[in-house]
């Protein structure tokens, strides 16, 4: 130790040919630091911390699998009369790229055994599968499960109403197949589907924010103090998402 | 029972050791940040230990990045990684405890600043009957239930107001007292403990929400004054001449950090003032293991840690700060064997003692015409009702004890997470779209935020099956509501909804708190107890000063040292303990090491 310097970056040439367990113990890029008072506030220029929001090519459905997730999240916030769904918000490609990170690969959560089959309501998710690969082995259950039992036709082949009747069915663990979580998998595609459709456009839902412009929601602006006396009238204001908004970009 | 095997599963078994320093601190948070300053004011040379990375503001949660509801919120950016280390869970004794795979009713922090980077900055000090709830209750009600196990916490208000003060200066707290040296102060909270002083900034500026609610609640004889917040009213700039910026009512303030410097964080009042300090050495993502006892018993000697390169150092010390938060702080106690583990079945043993939680329920009015505008909001802003919190009114013949605050926040309209629809809508379809579109912006929430009592069942210990990434046990959570709990949110919830029901809305829908506690939804982050205070050994962990009974050079901060939660968020009270604690360590202890009260 006792180097004198303000900011002592430890043993990162060590650090980067680490591997198994202890990578696995700290967050990515966690470098331990050690930091002397007494000198410069440890801030660096040029370093903020920005978000993973996925690329285009971060896939994991198949195309298959995409038509499922499609079809159902269509099912769960519909394009109606009443305005833009799912589909507009694009919400299959949230998905997608979601389950292609670390959030699909259940990076960040417990996923240690044993996993008992009894398990009380109270104790939330339980199921050995990390999100990408519940999606994966759920749709091919509920395909099957289709064909069987509907002529031959996968999920999003069915008529919607169809398509009501069997999410209502597993959502109410009436439609169950042995060691597949269904209703488990259908509470994340509702979680995953909200998600879509209200999370910043960034990462590659609520397209053109209209899930946000849907309600009402402003977004990002981050300052709302001229409206503080708003006295129960409506506050009317195009959203902003992270990376600004149309309206904003210079005509190229 | 034996001491877990402390032997972390890493490849390498090295242990270098440091340098002895005068003060070792666990966690970087609330308490630990207090902790370094006190201990450098009064000249010792400390080192923190934190398991997180370093953060600040204009790096980590600058305006152009802070409102990410999908990042910071659901994917947990700011929050401990359950795959490191987690709990499990179970609501009584003759159940299997399961790990807790990814949060839900409360989101414990890691990195600098603690969960003091992602509170909402309601800032509460508890009742004076709150610190001496067994002797006070037992003296109006007499002798409390079989079963509950509330205690006195061995401090009194009095001896904490100075320290009150201070935090609230500390943080610039906007408020309005309701009574200053015993002078009932009109607009204040006519039921709160004396204050030596106003609030260091005035009330926050209300909104549409809290008008409807201040007027309905006075139209019932109640008496409503203003919620206080760490999130700033105006500029301020506090005692160590760190300024704070007025707050923008931007909407992302519980679960973000502010990229405004708006709300009083350790980052915003008083990490400056560490990190300026040539005696002060932080080392991050560093994984405190165990503390390390003296083969007397009587001390410890330092702590053991990893860091994120895998190496293991020992770091010895005369003196260790365990500020991990609750849950953290009450496994390193296990861990370390200090102090003897609890056991429901026999009563005996004090770690992991008098887990308790908080208690809470809400009600949601919804309007036709009128709009709420909740994305206009901040994370504590709001109008409260105290009148039925804490002893505050007569609980004869009500068959429990303690109270809540009836609250009329409106802190955001995340959209992910807050999207209410009234009763009978179902969860998704074209309907359930359609009801959230209607409701979104015209929505009020008025929450309960009910006391916990403890009981024998509620404890914490260490689980025989689940281990953590370095193979060492899980801390395990035994918990369920209890008969007090249930009396005091059904008797409290119907008084919301009638203030509720006075505002003016179209309808309004109450979420009581019912059937098994339920590990899924948020609640709050308000565990407490495990290393409780108390009088002496036999039925505590640590003495008024947070100095543990066995090992006198180990104190041990935060909301673990509640004997019991009142019906209030816990920081303040959990900052004026620290802050009494290192008053104790700077003019006594130091004299002469050693216990600061006799067993
Ligand atoms: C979403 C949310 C909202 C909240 N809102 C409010 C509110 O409105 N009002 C209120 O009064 N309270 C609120 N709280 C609670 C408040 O944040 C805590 O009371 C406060 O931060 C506790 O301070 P602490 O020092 O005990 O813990 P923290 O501030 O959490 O600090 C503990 C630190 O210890 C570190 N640590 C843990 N284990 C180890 C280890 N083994 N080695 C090294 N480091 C370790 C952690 O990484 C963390 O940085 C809220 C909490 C949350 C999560």
Same mark, same amino acid.
């Given at each position: 130790?006792?180097?004198?310097?303000?900011?002592?970056?430890?043993?990162?040439?060590?650090?980067?040919?680490?591997?198994?367990?202890?990578?696995?113990?700290?967050?990515?890029?966690?470098?331990?630091?050690?930091?002397?008072?007494?000198?410069?506030?440890?801030?660096?220029?040029?370093?903020?911390?920005?978000?993973?929001?996925?690329?285009?090519?971060?896939?994991?459905?198949?195309?298959?699998?995409?038509?499922?997730?499609?079809?159902?999240?269509?099912?769960?916030?519909?394009?109606?009369?009443?305005?833009?769904?799912?589909?507009?918000?694009?919400?299959?490609?949230?998905?997608?790229?979601?389950?292609?990170?670390?959030?699909?690969?259940?990076?960040?959560?417990?996923?240690?055994?044993?996993?008992?089959?009894?398990?009380?309501?109270?104790?939330?998710?339980?199921?050995?599968?990390?999100?990408?690969?519940?999606?994966?082995?759920?749709?091919?259950?509920?395909?099957?499960?289709?064909?069987?039992?509907?002529?031959?036709?996968?999920?999003?082949?069915?008529?919607?109403?169809?398509?009501?009747?069997?999410?209502?069915?597993?959502?109410?663990?009436?439609?169950?197949?042995?060691?597949?979580?269904?209703?488990?998998?259908?509470?994340?595609?509702?979680?995953?589907?909200?998600?879509?459709?209200?999370?910043?456009?960034?990462?590659?839902?609520?397209?053109?924010?209209?899930?946000?412009?849907?309600?009402?929601?402003?977004?990002?602006?981050?300052?709302?103090?001229?409206?503080?006396?708003?006295?129960?009238?409506?506050?009317?204001?195009?959203?902003?998402?992270?990376?600004?908004?149309?309206?904003?970009?210079?005509?190229? | 029972?034996?001491?877990?095997?402390?032997?972390?599963?890493?490849?390498?078994?090295?242990?270098?050791?440091?340098?002895?320093?005068?003060?070792?601190?666990?966690?970087?948070?609330?308490?630990?940040?207090?902790?370094?300053?006190?201990?450098?004011?009064?000249?010792?040379?400390?080192?923190?230990?934190?398991?997180?990375?370093?953060?600040?503001?204009?790096?980590?949660?600058?305006?152009?990045?802070?409102?990410?509801?999908?990042?910071?919120?659901?994917?947990?950016?700011?929050?401990?990684?359950?795959?490191?280390?987690?709990?499990?869970?179970?609501?009584?004794?003759?159940?299997?405890?399961?790990?807790?795979?990814?949060?839900?009713?409360?989101?414990?922090?890691?990195?600098?600043?603690?969960?003091?980077?992602?509170?909402?900055?309601?800032?509460?000090?508890?009742?004076?009957?709150?610190?001496?709830?067994?002797?006070?209750?037992?003296?109006?009600?007499?002798?409390?239930?079989?079963?509950?196990?509330?205690?006195? #916490?061995?401090?009194?208000?009095?001896?904490?107001?100075?320290?009150?003060?201070?935090?609230?200066?500390?943080?610039?707290?906007?408020?309005?007292?309701?009574?200053?040296?015993?002078?009932?102060?009109?607009?204040?909270?006519?039921?709160?403990?004396?204050?030596?002083?106003?609030?260091?900034?005035?009330?926050?500026?209300?909104?549409?929400?809290?008008?409807?609610?201040?007027?309905?609640?006075?139209?019932?004889?109640?008496?409503?004054?203003?919620?206080?917040?760490?999130?700033?009213?105006?500029?301020?700039?506090?005692?160590?001449?760190?300024?704070?910026?007025?707050?923008? #009512?931007?909407?992302?303030?519980?679960?973000?950090?502010?990229?405004?410097?708006?709300?009083?964080?350790?980052?915003?009042?008083?990490?400056?003032?560490?990190?300026?300090?040539?005696?002060?050495?932080?080392?991050?993502?560093?994984?405190?293991?165990?503390?390390?006892?003296?083969?007397?018993?009587?001390?410890?000697?330092?702590?053991?840690?990893?860091?994120?390169?895998?190496?293991?150092?020992?770091?010895?010390?005369?003196?260790?700060?365990?500020?991990?938060?609750?849950?953290?702080?009450?496994?390193?106690?296990?861990?370390?064997?200090?102090?003897?583990?609890?056991?429901?079945?026999?009563?005996?043993?004090?770690?992991?003692?008098?887990?308790?939680?908080?208690?809470?329920?809400?009600?949601?009015?919804?309007?036709?015409?009128?709009?709420?505008?909740?994305?206009?909001?901040?994370?504590?802003?709001?109008?409260?009702?105290?009148?039925?919190?804490?002893?505050?009114?007569?609980?004869?013949?009500?068959?429990?004890?303690?109270?809540?605050?009836?609250?009329?926040?409106?802190?955001?309209?995340?959209?992910?997470?807050?999207?209410?629809?009234?009763?009978?809508?179902?969860?998704?379809?074209?309907?359930?779209?359609?009801?959230?579109?209607?409701?979104?912006?015209?929505?009020?929430?008025?929450?309960?935020?009910?006391?916990?009592?403890? #009981?024998?069942?509620?404890?914490?210990?260490?689980?025989?099956?689940?281990?953590?990434?370095?193979?060492?046990?899980?801390?395990?959570?035994?918990?369920?509501?209890?008969?007090?709990?249930?009396?005091?949110?059904?008797?409290?919830?119907?008084?919301?909804?009638?203030?509720?029901?006075?505002?003016?809305?179209?309808?309004?829908?109450?979420?009581?708190?019912?059937?098994?506690?339920?590990?899924?939804?948020?609640?709050?982050?308000?565990?407490?107890?495990?290393?409780?205070?108390?009088?002496?050994?036999?039925?505590?962990?640590?003495?008024?000063?947070?100095?543990?009974?066995?090992?006198?050079?180990?104190?041990?901060?935060?909301?673990?040292?509640?004997?019991?939660?009142?019906? #209030?968020?816990?920081?303040?009270?959990?900052?004026?303990?620290?802050?009494?604690?290192?008053?104790?360590?700077?003019?006594?202890?130091?004299?002469?090491?050693?216990?600061?009260?006799?067993?």
């Amino acid at each position: 130790m006792g180097g004198r310097t303000d900011l002592t970056r430890r043993a990162f040439l060590r650090h980067t040919l680490l591997a198994g367990t202890v990578l696995a113990g700290f967050p990515t890029l966690a470098l331990a630091r050690e930091y002397r008072g007494g000198h410069q506030w440890p801030w660096e220029s040029g370093r903020a911390d920005v978000p993973h929001y996925g690329l285009e090519t971060d896939t994991f459905l198949t195309i298959g699998e995409r038509q499922f997730v499609d079809a159902a999240t269509a099912r769960l916030i519909p394009s109606d009369d009443d305005g833009p769904g799912a589909r507009e918000a694009d919400v299959v490609t949230f998905i997608d790229r979601q389950l292609a990170g670390f959030y699909g690969r259940g990076q960040r959560w417990y996923m240690k055994g044993p996993f008992p089959e009894d398990v009380l309501d109270t104790q939330g998710y339980q199921s050995e599968y990390p999100p990408a690969d519940l999606y994966r082995v759920s749709i091919a259950a509920i395909d099957e499960w289709c064909a069987q039992n509907r002529d031959g036709r996968s999920f999003a082949d069915l008529e919607e109403a169809e398509q009501d009747e069997i999410l209502t069915m597993i959502e109410e663990e009436e439609l169950t197949v042995t060691g597949v979580p269904l209703a488990t998998f259908f509470s994340l595609l509702h979680d995953n589907a909200i998600e879509g459709f209200f999370a910043d456009p960034i990462y590659g839902g609520n397209r053109d924010m209209v899930g946000w412009a849907y309600v009402g929601f402003p977004g990002a602006r981050y300052d709302y103090r001229d409206y503080i006396a708003h006295n129960g009238q409506a506050i009317v204001m195009p959203p902003v998402s992270l990376m600004g908004r149309p309206g904003w970009t210079a005509e190229r | 029972m034996d001491r877990p095997d402390l032997a972390p599963n890493t490849r390498e078994t090295r242990v270098e050791k440091l340098p002895s320093v005068d003060v070792v601190i666990i966690g970087f948070g609330w308490t630990g940040s207090i902790m370094a300053q006190q201990m450098l004011e009064a000249g010792l040379n400390v080192v923190a230990i934190e398991r997180g990375g370093w953060r600040d503001t204009p790096t980590d949660f600058a305006p152009t990045m802070a409102p990410d509801e999908l990042r910071y919120y659901w994917r947990h950016e700011m929050f401990q990684e359950t795959a490191r280390e987690t709990l499990t869970f179970r609501n009584n004794i003759s159940q299997t405890a399961l790990p807790m795979r990814k949060w839900g009713s409360f989101l414990p922090g890691s990195g600098v600043g603690g969960a003091g980077v992602h509170w909402n900055g309601q800032t509460f000090r508890f009742l004076p009957s709150d610190f001496v709830a067994k002797t006070h209750n037992e003296e109006r009600y007499g002798p409390l239930p079989t079963g509950m196990t509330v205690q006195d #916490y061995g401090v009194t208000y009095d001896e904490l107001e100075p320290h009150f003060d201070t935090f609230e200066k500390l943080c610039g707290i906007s408020g309005k007292a309701g009574n200053i040296n015993g002078e009932i102060v009109e607009g204040g909270n006519p039921f709160e403990g004396w204050r030596s002083s106003e609030y260091p900034n005035p009330p926050m500026e209300m909104t549409f929400t809290q008008h409807r609610f201040e007027e309905a609640a006075r139209g019932m004889g109640l008496n409503p004054f203003p919620g206080p917040s760490a999130n700033m009213s105006r500029a301020y700039t506090n005692q160590h001449g760190i300024s704070l910026a007025p707050c923008t #009512y931007c909407g992302f303030c519980e679960k973000f950090g502010c990229g405004n410097y708006s709300k009083a964080s350790p980052q915003t009042t008083i990490i400056p003032v560490v990190m300026r300090n040539p005696n002060f050495t932080l080392r991050t993502n560093s994984e405190v293991l165990h503390i390390n006892k003296h083969p007397d018993g009587t001390r410890a000697t330092g702590v053991t840690y990893i860091d994120a390169d895998g190496r293991t150092f020992e770091q010895p010390a005369e003196i260790v700060i365990v500020a991990a938060y609750q849950l953290q702080s009450t496994r390193l106690m296990l861990l370390s064997g200090i102090g003897q583990p609890y056991d429901p079945r026999s009563g005996e043993g004090v770690v992991g003692k008098n887990y308790t939680y908080q208690v809470m329920s809400s009600i949601n009015v919804f309007y036709d015409e009128e709009y709420t505008n909740n994305f206009v909001g901040a994370g504590a802003l709001g109008m409260i009702v105290d009148d039925y919190n804490g002893d505050n009114f007569d609980h004869s013949g009500l068959g429990f004890i303690g109270g809540a605050y009836i609250g009329a926040w409106t802190t955001n309209a995340r959209p992910i997470e807050s999207h209410p629809v009234p009763e009978g809508v179902p969860e998704w379809g074209s309907e359930w779209k359609r009801s959230v579109r209607q409701n979104f912006l015209k929505t009020a929430s008025i929450s309960v935020h009910g006391a916990s009592m403890a #009981y024998r069942q509620n404890y914490l210990d260490l689980d025989p099956t689940y281990t953590d990434h370095w193979g060492r046990p899980l801390m395990r959570m035994t918990y369920d509501f209890t008969v007090n709990d249930r009396r005091l949110t059904n008797h409290i919830t119907p008084i919301a909804e009638e203030i509720a029901r006075g505002m003016g809305g179209r309808e309004v829908k109450v979420n009581s708190r019912e059937g098994a506690y339920d590990s899924v939804p948020y609640q709050t982050t308000h565990n407490t107890g495990g290393t409780i205070m108390g009088q002496n050994p036999s039925e505590s962990v640590v003495n008024r000063y947070l100095q543990s009974w066995d090992c006198h050079n180990v104190f041990v901060m935060g909301a673990g040292a509640f004997p019991q939660n009142a019906g #209030y968020n816990p920081t303040d009270t959990v900052a004026a303990l620290a802050y009494f604690s290192a008053d104790a360590i700077r003019n006594q202890y130091l004299q002469n090491p050693g216990p600061m009260v006799q067993a």
